[in-house]
C-alpha cells in the first residue's frame, strides 16, 4: 500500500500505478523523484504478483556472433571491430554450425545470434564475403544461418541483427522463435556531436521504434529494453519505457480472442457470422483508415483458421462450419468459399495467404455443384470467389469453374407467371429479391460473370 508520509500526488501516482493500466510522464517523474523506495517496491511487487506471478523462466542458449563488424560506433561497446587483415568478416556456415551442435550437445534450446547492424553499407570487405555468397546484405545471410540452424540442430533461433524492415523481419519470422532490438534510448540528444551515439546512424530512436512497431504488425514474439548508464538522464530513461509501452499499447490496440465465444458458446468459423468476416473487416478498416494497430489481429485471425485447415479433395482446403466439429459446408456464408474471399484479400499484404485462398478454391470447385441459387448459401457467392481468385492468380480453371457452376442457374429457375425468371432461396416457399438469398444475388453473380466472359445472357 501507497506510504503514509508520501505527498498526496505522490500517493495518489502510486494508486495508478497500483491499477496496473500504467502511468503518466508526469506521475511517473514524481515516482521516481519523490516517492519512498519501500513504497515503491510494494507498488511494484503487487503489479508484479497480479498480472505476472512469480515464476522466473529461462532459456539455455548458446550465443553465435555472427559478426563483430558493424556501421555504428557506438561510444560504450566493447562488441563491434573493424574489418582486420587474415580475420574474417563474418563466421562461416561450418562455424556457425559447430558452435551451434557445441550448444545444442550442452542442453541449449535456443540459438542467440548476434551481430553489429549492417556493416556491408560501409566495408567492403563485408559486401565481398557476403556478395561470393549470392548475398546482398547482412540481413539476408543471417536469415540463411538461422534456416541452417534450426534444419540442421532444431535449436531455434533468436536474432538481435539491429534494424530491421518488414520484409527482413517476416524472413526471420520463418524461422526465429523471437527476434530483438534494444531501444536503447529514446533520446535524440544522444546522437549530438560527442555523445555515446553521435557516430551510429541505426541508433535514432524513431527508426528503432519503427522496427519494433513492424516486428507487431507481423505479430513477432519481441524483446526490447533500454539502457543504462550510457549518458542518459533519469527522465529520459522514463521517456524511453514510455515510448517502449506505448508501442506496445498501439499494437494491442486490437487483438484476436480466439478463445472468446461469439454465438451460444461456439465459435463459427465462416464469413457471415464468423472469424473470416470479423478478420475482413478488420482488414478492410485498416486500409481504409490506413491504421497498423488492426494488422495484429487480422494475422492472429488467419494463424487461428489456417490451423483449423482440413484438406479436401483435389489438393483443397475446407474448414467446420463451427470450431470443434467436422466440415460440413462450404458455402460463402458458412465455409470455405467466405474464408477463401478473406485470405485472397490478406494475400495484398501477405503473399503467402493466395495459397490458403487457392486450396480453398479448389474445394469450392470441387464440390460446388451441390449449391442453390442464392450469394449467401449458393452458387453467387461460389462464382464470384472463383472469378476473383481466378483473376488474382492467373489460374483459368477458377473462371472455367465459374461458368460451369453458373449452368445451374437454368436448374434452379422457377419463372413466374408472366415469364419472369426467378430463383428461390434457401427454402423453395422463399422468392425475394434479397441480395444474400435472393435473385439479387444471383443477378450480381451473372454480371461478374458477364464482365468477364462476355455475353452470359
Ligand atoms: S550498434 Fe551494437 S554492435 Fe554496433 S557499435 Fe553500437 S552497440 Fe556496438
New binding site residues.
Partial sequence: MPGLAAPYHVDAALQVGLEGCGVTREDALSLMNEAPLPALLDAAAAVRDRFKGRPVSYSRKVFIPLTHL?R???G??T??ADPQPGVQPYMTADEVLAVAEAGRRAGCKEALFSL??QPERVFPEARDFLKALGFDSTLQYLAAMCELVLEKTGLLPHSNP?LMGLDELRRLRETNISVGLMLESASPRLLRFGGPHWK?P??VPSLRLRTIENAGELSMAFTTGILIGIGETPEERVDALLAASTVEDELRWWRFAAEVPTFGGEVPLGYAHGVAGIADALLAASRVLDDQRLRPAVREAAAFLRNRAVAANDGGLTWPNIDGTPPTMIAWCHGATGIARFFLHLSEIEPDALGVADCAARTVLATGDGLGATWCHGLGGAIETLLDIGRVGGDEAFVLGAKRLARSYENWRHDAPDGTPLWVGDEPSIVTPDAFVGVAGVVAAMLRLEGHAGGLN
Fill in positions: 558493424c555504428d560506433y557506438c560504450y561497446c562488441f563491434r553489429g547492424d539491429g551510429a541505426d541508433k
